[in-house]
């Protein structure tokens, strides 16, 4: 597609639901970025992909959220038992090449969660 | 780890000129980034420094000094669609990249 691609774009969900996140990078973009932005806050980094494998997790909040990418492509954030605190717009970028070293990412609309 | 300080907000009115600095300290640094987010938008990619200097692009400039661990973004003929929150973003080991907290720029008439 032309752009980074994120589905729903808009979750309301009850404490204790699971929610999955979808995210459909730009064809040939090899590297894919899951972030988390709570209202008037700052990009919170949880997750970077490298092709398929995921070199850094350190920003997953918990063992709750998980994430996977198949095929190069399709990235899929999912959230277990979801808190009221997971709240937040989950953006998704990727970039091409080796990882931001270009410096550009290119960010989806995002999927607004709300957990009531 | 990875640490960087921006000024929270800034306002200025139409036609003056912002500078927003960036101080960050991390390990494996490869470049900084500015990115600027509309409300309810998503972040768009506005520059790139990997070396020491300046770079240009139109109305927008950015700053490097890798020895100072300090970048700047410069805004020049501020106009009233400038009025977003941008971001500086460390790109460190692996190609990740780190945000700052943003800074609001707010323009006045």
């Known amino acids: 597609g032309a752009g980074v691609s994120q589905s729903p774009s808009n979750k309301v969900t009850e404490k204790g639901k699971d929610v999955e996140l979808r995210c459909d990078p730009i064809s040939g973009h090899t590297a894919l970025y899951w972030y988390r932005q709570s209202l008037g806050q700052g990009l919170e980094f949880l997750i970077y992909?490298?092709?398929?494998?995921?070199?850094?997790k350190s920003g997953l909040p918990s063992d709750r959220f998980s994430a996977e990418r198949t095929g190069g492509s399709v990235s899929t954030l999912t959230i277990q038992r979801t808190q009221q605190e997971d709240s937040a717009v989950y953006l998704c970028?990727?970039?091409?090449?080796?990882?931001?070293?270009?410096?550009?990412?290119?960010f989806g609309e995002g999927s607004r969660l709300t957990v009531l | 780890g990875q640490s960087l300080e921006q000024p929270s907000e800034v306002t200025a009115v139409e036609g003056a000129i912002v500078q927003i600095n960036c101080t960050y300290q991390t390990s494996g640094f490869y470049g900084l980034s500015w990115y600027q987010q509309h409300d309810g938008g998503a972040p768009t990619f506005l520059s790139y420094?990997?070396?020491?200097g300046l770079e240009e692009t139109g109305r927008f400039s950015s700053f490097l000094s890798r020895s100072d661990s300090y970048g700047y973004l410069l805004l020049q003929e501020l106009q009233m669609k400038d009025s977003a929150s941008y971001f500086c973003a460390v790109i460190g080991s692996w190609g990740k990249l780190q945000f700052g907290a943003g800074t609001q720029v707010v323009v006045t008439p």
């Open positions: 420094n990997a070396l020491d």
């Open positions: 970028a990727s970039s091409l090449g080796a990882g931001g070293r270009t410096g550009e990412l290119f």
């Open positions: 992909f490298q092709g398929n494998s995921a070199p850094d």
